[in-house]
């Protein structure tokens, strides 16, 4: 699951989507290839959204998954 606008894993981002609690600065850990995501990217693919990869975001460089399932729109490098 990957899209021309996608970021690289080991970008640093600033989180801004819906858990307002978690909002910050995080390192792109990877694409976020789960079932649920992948079925997601399925749908747009499907309904001809524009495709758009989701992320696992880790507070650090070389730290574990602090979040997963991020949405493209709701980071900025």
């Known amino acids: ?17 819906s858990l307002t609690d978690q909002h910050g600065e995080y390192v792109i850990l990877d694409v976020c290839e789960c079932g649920a ?24 460089r070389g730290e574990r998954a602090h979040l997963a399932h991020v949405r493209h729109a709701s980071v900025t490098p």
């Open 1 to 17: 699951m990957t899209a021309p606008e996608g970021y690289a894993p080991g970008i640093k981002v600033r989180y801004h989507g």
């Open 37 to 60: 995501c992948d079925e997601a990217d399925d749908w747009a693919a499907f309904t001809r959204m524009p495709r758009q990869p989701r992320y696992v975001l880790a507070t650090g």
